[in-house]
């Protein structure tokens, strides 16, 4: 949600800054805006819509320095407009500020600094950063920063820059992600790793309430307090190619492409064929309490909330553990009564995204151990939670999550084989799992393969403007899944349901116009599911079936058929997925959709 992408160095800041904007446009895309600073000059430039917009009206101008900020917004306060774009300034535009999150009395502070002769010209909290940082300078932009901290409420991560101190970039945060990259020939600052790696793999995590003066050749960290904090710097595991299209039309295509590796790479050295285990160093620091453990608590939203739904299946075949689901943002609401040695298990690709952080912390506050199962490293859920794992699946630049879904589900299985290792799991059982899941990659292949298959039956349907779908234990949450990449990419309106619960009322909806996707490999459910597919039919609802290869009573059924390899019972849910991520796809394809931005949506939502 919101980008920041900063330089202090030798170079032009210009195309650094243009270029660190179109790797996070990802994050938020309705205006942009940077400011470049030379000497006591400043240049700001603003344009309403994507990145692209912002670069025409900037391509041929010579814009002279070496350091700026630059943003790429998602709006909350204020419609998207230049005016509301940031960078934002005070009147006399000696101040310049980018900021994500939200400053919650800013309404307070918007009336008093009214009151005493300042005048706002955005719709935006952000400008009143600008008006305080101005107000509160004398001579040092670090330290009217930090004064500015101590009056404001909310979340922020912020850039600054100042007229009178140039060659200077302040940054700062509170609950929203910051991170500084060091690099050769100056040094960087943004809300996401992607807008630096192709400069330095070099970073520093900045903390909450901790603020840092960046120069050309120096990075100093202090707290609001004034404290000054040594951190060492880390190297990102991601290359620059990672966050490149290599071909393919769309992000999410290529996400959904790289599902195989993402899956080898989540097992990567965690494997133990012959004890029937696997291995998970992350989870060491914490294991003595983890291996006691019988009831655990999973938090998500969007994506990763459906992994956990299909993890809290799997944990229930493979361990002793009682496993709750939990919307994140519902989660922090609840009275929270958690007997003895519960594991709460944050599952978060960005690792950043507000409501599971807040549940995290609700939940440590009364007294629940936290794990974190997490894509990005030194993201602030990685941070905050006492022990974890990581996905190791790279970046994932397509809002509609896709290959890290099919990594959580590896993760899950891989916990659950370890902690089922303690309990109930035989040794047999941990080999064929094992093995099983050493399989996956060549599985998720052969449904790839499918690609033209699958992309004409979208063909056929995408104009269809309501689609259900069904599925059962597993493959319930596949359902939800499925239904929610299909809004979220064609604005198609879609339902995803259990099965059984169609009759309770969605069975009214089915007609000639209302294709039915049913997901139904061969597992305990494969009869319950045939007979609701029957319902369906003897209504003439059109069936898109994904079900295993060979099966022929499901093509006397169906009126399409889109086969996965036949798996365990519990790895189905990572093949049935692919097929309506690729059909998604397809449709919003078909639909002339902007398939990797859609429309109000952001991949990392650091609000709540
Ligand atoms: C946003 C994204 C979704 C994602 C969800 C949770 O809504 O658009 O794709 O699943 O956030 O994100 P997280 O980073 O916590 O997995």
Redesign the pocket.
Known sequence: MCGIVCYVGKQKAKPILLEGLKRLEYRGYDSAGLAVQNGPHIDCFKAVGKIIELEKKINDLEIEGASGIAHTRWATHGEPSEINAHPQTDQEENVFVIHNGIIENFYILKRKLEKSGATFSSETDTEVLAHLIARNFDGSLQEAVRKTMTQVEGTFGLAVIHREAPGEVVVARRGSPLIIGVGKDGNFAASDVAAMVRYTNEVIHLNDNELALITEDQVSISTAQAKAVTRAIEKVEWQPEDAELNGFPHFMLKEIYEQPETARNAMRGRLELSEGVSKLGGIMPVWDQLKECRHMVFV???????AGCVGRYIFERLTEIDVEVEI?SEFRYRKLNFPPNTFIV????????A??LAAIREARRKGARLLGI???VGSS?SRETEAGIYNHAGP?IG???TK??VS?LVILTLLAVLLGRHQKLSLTEGVEAIKALSNLPDLLRRVLSQDNHIQAIAEKYYCCNNWLFLGRKYEYPIALEAA?KLK?ISYIHAEGYPAGEMKHGPIALINPDMPTVAIVPQDSMYEKMMSNIQEVKSRRGPIIAIATEGDRKIRELADEVIEVPPTLEYLYPALTVVPCQLLAYYCARFLNRDIDKPRN?????TVE
């Open positions: 998500a939203c969007g994506t990763s909330y459906h994140a944050a599952i978060s690709q960005s690792g950043e995204t409501d599971t997490v894509n990005v859920i994932e809002v509609a999550s890290i879904f959580q929610l979220e949506l952001a991949k990392s939502v």
